[in-house]
């Protein structure tokens, strides 16, 4: 108990808690992608069924953004991405004891609504805990946590259904999730919630006044198009790797080289926004994407498939910490972080949500080849907005 207590009390800063449900929450929601596979193998479901659920478990997020930004104003933050934790384990749950692909539709939901209501409440913390000169290190070092499970845990999951099935793999990632959330009720979170972060106050503005403003309608743009070329991709890598012949249980692993270029990427990006400006990166960064996908999409190749994969791993999700800034930036002279960020989250979830279905009818119809080259297309419209962001800077 001694052990237990000096752990609670070394590990208690608001900070250290929000990394660690980061790396729970986005190891859970790739781990989720990697399930889609050998579901549909099992139920008899085509792509573009698999990309309806993809829809779904998006869309959570959309109608949840602007709740969840104030819910977690008056429950605090850090309890509501606890109470997050429960649901997205319900989902896993109910995906384990799914009879049909009909009885998958409210085991997405459930898993939806504790995934959605992640990154907006997180986001709005991080931008109000920190400041404007080291923001892109501090969401860089943030977003980059996300990898380690992602890695850590995605990575395992194929070799698990590989061995015990998906229902059983799905039933033991509930049980796991409860057990922490638990320890996170009832031991944690009860001590890191007495502690308190300098804020920065906020003016008084309404949502559509916050929206009106220039800056922040390129930003959301520019976030629109940015989350359709990036949010599916890993949704669609699985099968595009299986139909050049990759071996299901290797799945897992291909997808660990896929995290680990997102950790650089988000690590390396954010310090980068610092040095260079979040634009300047922003551009280059969806360059070198659209180049990769193109090149993934039409070499026959498996090794410069997985070295095109760690390179979209960089640019893709490396993306993430400097459009986060690029909102922080936007409304940084009234803090309505929240507001902000449970919006420009609404609206890249649009994107987010549209792909899988749009990009799963693509794959049917045409080839999924076709589908990894209306991301790249979409990764170079994301580059217009994003220099309308930069030529609008206040005066």
Same mark, same amino acid.
């Given at each position: 108990?001694?052990? $237990?207590?000096?752990?609670?009390?070394?590990?208690?800063?608001?900070?250290?808690? $929000?990394?660690?449900?980061?790396?729970?929450?986005?190891?859970?929601?790739?781990?989720?992608?990697?399930?889609?596979?050998?579901?549909?193998?099992?139920?008899?479901?085509?792509?573009?069924?698999?990309?309806?659920?993809?829809?779904?478990?998006?869309?959570?997020?959309?109608?949840?953004?602007?709740?969840?930004?104030?819910?977690?104003?008056?429950?605090?933050?850090?309890?509501? $991405?606890?109470?997050?934790?429960?649901?997205?384990? $319900?989902?896993?749950?109910?995906? #384990?004891?799914?009879?049909?692909?009909?009885?998958?539709?409210?085991?997405?939901?459930?898993?939806?609504?504790?995934?959605?209501?992640?990154?907006?409440?997180?986001?709005?913390?991080?931008?109000?805990?920190?400041?404007?000169?080291?923001?892109?290190?501090?969401?860089?070092?943030?977003?980059?946590?996300?990898?380690?499970?992602?890695?850590?845990?995605?990575?395992?999951?194929?070799?698990?259904?590989?061995?015990?099935?998906?229902?059983?793999?799905?039933?033991?990632?509930?049980?796991?999730?409860?057990?922490?959330?638990?320890?996170?009720?009832?031991?944690?979170?009860?001590?890191?919630?007495?502690?308190?972060?300098?804020?920065?106050?906020?003016?008084?503005?309404?949502?559509?006044?916050?929206?009106?403003?220039?800056?922040?309608?390129?930003?959301?743009?520019? #976030?629109?198009?940015?989350?359709?070329?990036?949010?599916?991709?890993?949704?669609?890598?699985?099968?595009?790797?299986?139909?050049?012949?990759?071996?299901?249980?290797?799945?897992?692993?291909? #997808?660990?080289?896929?995290?680990?270029?997102?950790?650089?990427?988000?690590?390396?990006?954010?310090?980068?926004?610092?040095?260079?400006?979040?634009?300047?990166?922003?551009?280059?960064?969806?360059?070198?994407?659209?180049?990769?996908?193109?090149?993934?999409?039409?070499?026959?190749?498996?090794?410069?498939?997985?070295?095109?994969?760690?390179?979209?791993?960089?640019?893709?999700?490396?993306?993430?910490?400097?459009?986060?800034?690029?909102?922080?930036?936007?409304?940084?002279?009234?803090?309505?972080?929240?507001?902000?960020?449970?919006?420009?989250?609404?609206?890249?979830?649009?994107?987010?949500?549209?792909?899988?279905?749009?990009?799963?009818?693509?794959?049917?119809?045409?080839?999924?080849?076709?589908?990894?080259?209306?991301?790249?297309?979409?990764?170079?419209?994301?580059?217009?907005?994003?220099?309308?962001?930069?030529?609008?800077?206040?005066?």
């Amino acid at each position: 108990m001694k052990i $237990l207590h000096r752990f609670i009390q070394k590990h208690t800063h608001p900070f250290f808690q $929000l990394n660690l449900l980061h790396i729970l929450n986005d190891g859970y929601f790739a781990s989720f992608a990697l399930f889609l596979p050998f579901i549909a193998k099992d139920m008899h479901i085509s792509l573009t069924d698999v990309g309806l659920l993809g829809t779904i478990l998006s869309s959570l997020g959309f109608f949840l953004a602007l709740p969840s930004g104030y819910i977690a104003a008056k429950i605090g933050g850090l309890r509501l $991405l606890v109470f997050g934790m429960f649901f997205y384990a $319900l989902g896993y749950l109910a995906t #384990s004891f799914s009879p049909n692909y009909l009885g998958l539709f409210p085991a997405v939901i459930l898993a939806g609504v504790g995934l959605g209501i992640f990154h907006p409440v997180a986001f709005a913390l991080i931008a109000k805990w920190s400041t404007k000169e080291t923001r892109g290190r501090q969401m860089g070092n943030f977003t980059a946590l996300g990898e380690v499970g992602r890695i850590g845990i995605a990575s395992l999951v194929t070799i698990i259904i590989a061995a015990v099935g998906w229902r059983s793999t799905a039933f033991l990632y509930a049980i796991i999730a409860i057990v922490i959330g638990f320890f996170f009720f009832f031991f944690l979170l009860k001590k890191t919630e007495k502690m308190t972060l300098k804020e920065k106050p906020a003016l008084p503005m309404r949502l559509r006044e916050i929206i009106a403003q220039k800056r922040f309608l390129f930003v959301n743009a520019t #976030s629109l198009f940015d989350s359709f070329a990036s949010t599916s991709l890993f949704i669609f890598l699985p099968f595009l790797l299986l139909e050049r012949g990759t071996e299901p249980a290797l799945l897992g692993l291909l #997808s660990a080289a896929y995290f680990a270029g997102n950790f650089v990427g988000k690590t390396a990006l954010g310090r980068l926004v610092d040095r260079f400006g979040n634009t300047k990166i922003f551009i280059v960064s969806q360059l070198l994407m659209a180049v990769f996908i193109t090149i993934m999409a039409s070499t026959p190749f498996l090794p410069l498939i997985i070295v095109s994969s760690i390179v979209l791993g960089v640019f893709t999700k490396g993306t993430v910490p400097v459009v986060q800034t690029m909102v922080s930036e936007s409304v940084e002279h009234h803090g309505n972080f929240e507001k902000a960020f449970g919006f420009n989250s609404m609206i890249a979830r649009i994107g987010g949500t549209i792909a899988p279905i749009l990009l799963g009818f693509i794959s049917d119809e045409f080839s999924i080849t076709t589908a990894f080259f209306v991301m790249a297309i979409a990764a170079l419209l994301a580059i217009i907005p994003a220099v309308g962001f930069a030529l609008s800077k206040e005066q």
